[in-house]
């Protein structure tokens, strides 16, 4: 036997993370909670847990220590781990803030500043899409019309059924910004809609917006790395933010916020103002105050805990998606709907239309069964109301946004599953609901005691 020979016969093979272990890094889950909704809030398992409680310890040990010593390397240390897993060019182009909201503000204070500083006129415009993110248009609000600027708000198609049909509205929102003499300043793309939920053409849409001569371009990708491809190369925006709390297992608040090298990027300042103004927003943003930073710090054992699992994060992205358009495609055939969008438009979360007799009909409406769901049932999910357009003859109106991480199991025998366990309920939701509009008060707490044939 040659040295090549004996080294491949023992060469270890990868330990990935056993399904016992994976349940017992959720064990802190309720468990009687059927969780699919990670794209609310995301996750965290106990090992990340341990090691964030482990760095809040150092720290409260000899404060003063880990500030001069630790905390700055740290914080390049998780810098470096973004860069490398988003393609950036340059850890200069990396900021790690509390959440996607810091980061939108921090970009459209940028964009109040260019009213303040005579770059805008008066009546520039940003585009984005109807279905941004609440908190995103509050702060469109808050900088860029209170500084003066205007808003075209584009609709995204739903259901939807190719990326072209988003390009096409946006084309044409374009075209009639452009036809009206009013210049855009700054585009606002979500990466993954956040309801109803889509994955958005991004790469397509920053071309659109560059050959439109649009100079500002930020992608909210709140929902992004674990959920979709990340690639800042290819993606070519200016400014890109992502939640590492939602969908890469970090204890929350971690986020980053990706500016592209360019003259402007020295312009760019942490709303919360600290003795490192002027050093760049990376510094800035890796001191802004006395506080808790260990979510932040954590990022590097946060790889380690992913590549606990085949393919590592783009694994648990790939098998994610697949389980959640499975469990999509299961609950439309059973309640006779469908998808909101087709599976390549699908991230780890999908809209399933609900059954038209359920008939919801307004926001509230979505709350009130959403807090029955989990009141009586400990399902928690998402329910998106969609008004009916002009003439439309028998359209769904409610959808639920279904989402799939590495916690959830589809055991299709066992009726304590996520998946059964809605499917169940929200049939018999229907069937009660047909019969007389009273399953607020027929049906029982717990779902798994339900029999099939109600
Ligand atoms: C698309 C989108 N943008 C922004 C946010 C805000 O994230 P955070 O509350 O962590 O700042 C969310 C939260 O769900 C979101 O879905």
Redo the contacts with the bound molecule.
Sequence with gaps: MNSTSASAAVTPQPLFITPPEVFSEFSHHHPSVARINN??FGCCPSSLISSQRQIQLQWLRQPDEFFFNQLQPGMLRSRNVIKELINADHVDEVSIVD????A?SIVLQHMAWGFAEGKFRSGDATVMFHCT?G??KKSVEAYFVRAGGYVIEVPLPFPVNSDDEILQEFRQALEKAKQSGRSVRLAII?H???MPTVVMPVKQLVSICREAGIDHIFI?A??GIGCVDVDMKQIGADFYTK?L??WLFCPP?A?FLYCRKSNEISALHHPVVTHQYGNGLATESSWIGTRDYSAQLVVPKVLEFVNRFEGGIDGIKRRNHDAVVGMGEMLGKAWGTHLGCPPHMCSSMVMVGLPACLQVSSDQDTLKLRTYLRDKFGVEVAIYYRPPKDGEVGPLTGYARISYQVYNKIKLLELDTDTEKLLLLLLLLWIIDITGKKYLSLLQPKATTLPLSH
Excluded: E, P
Excluded at 99 to 102: F, H, K, W
């Design positions: 794209g609310g959440n996607a909201s810091t939108i993110y908190a995103v979500d993954v809609t956040f909210d709140a929902h939640n709390h939602k608040s986020a």
